[in-house]
């Protein structure tokens, strides 16, 4: 079964630090882009970072630029969110994702984000 | 950055009726690089269309999306009492982004 379980949400004070893990199985996990979607509570979905399939190109959302770090381990199947310097406007679900590693010039069409994890918490409060 | 605004922002339909719910961008957006998602409460989101109009695997017929440039749509065409929930526009680059989503609601 194709599956991704995050873990590492939890309560953290503002300034502070929380890595984020996600877990893949049942998928050749290093043919595959990776990213994180998060959604403030009551809000819509806000991307935040992806990882091409080999981890030698990432990208961020602006509001996260310089501050999350996105990395992965093909050997171990799994892709990790360093989060740093946590502010209130943070806090929320934050969902992996399986993403198409989409090859710039292909004429095929972008496959899109088609599995997702259950989604692991993230609050920053003092 | 290319920001994607959804509406209506809600569309109140009875089962059965027809759902039309628009996607425009604030610059143009290769259609296939322009995806939809569905979202229902509690639950992550679920991929429903890519490349504009190719339904992803396991999506009924009854959806439909369609559009190029900065108009996109998508079409439900009877609504079922599983496809009430929230729908979300996205489209892919170095900077990916997500409309702020539809919420269908039954009437």
């Known amino acids: 079964e194709v599956q991704l379980l995050e873990s590492g949400g939890g309560l953290v004070e503002p300034g502070g630090s929380l890595r984020l893990s996600c877990a893949a199985s049942?998928?050749?996990?290093?043919?595959?882009?990776m990213s994180w979607v998060r959604q403030a509570p009551g809000k819509g979905l806000e991307w935040v970072s992806s990882?091409?399939?080999?981890?030698?190109?990432?990208y961020y959302a602006d509001s996260v630029q310089g501050r999350f770090t996105l990395s992965r381990d093909n050997s171990k199947n799994t892709v990790d969110l360093q989060m740093n310097s946590l502010r209130a406007e943070d806090t929320a679900v934050y969902y992996c994702?399986?993403?198409?590693?989409?090859?710039?010039?292909?004429?095929?069409?972008?496959?899109?984000?088609?599995?997702w994890g259950q989604g692991t918490t993230v609050t920053v409060s003092s | 950055e290319i920001v994607l605004t959804q509406s209506p922002g809600t569309l109140s339909l009875s089962p059965g009726e027809r759902a039309t719910l628009s996607c425009r961008a604030s610059?143009?957006?290769?259609?296939?690089?322009l995806t939809w998602y569905q979202q229902k409460p509690g639950q992550a989101p679920r991929l429903l269309i890519y490349?504009?109009?190719t339904r992803a695997t396991g999506i009924p017929d009854r959806f439909s999306g369609s559009g190029s440039g900065t108009d996109f749509t998508l079409s439900i065409s009877r609504l079922e009492p599983e496809d009430f929930a929230v729908y979300y526009c996205?489209?892919?680059?170095?900077?990916?982004?997500f409309g702020q989503g539809t919420k269908v609601e039954i009437k």
């Open positions: 490349g504009a109009s």
């Open positions: 994702a399986r993403e198409d590693n989409y090859v710039w010039g292909s004429s095929r069409p972008y496959y899109g984000m088609d599995v």
């Open positions: 610059q143009s957006v290769t259609s296939r690089f």
């Open positions: 996205q489209q892919y680059g170095s900077s990916r982004t």
């Open positions: 990882i091409n399939y080999s981890g030698g190109t990432t």
């Open positions: 049942g998928f050749t996990f290093s043919s595959f882009a």
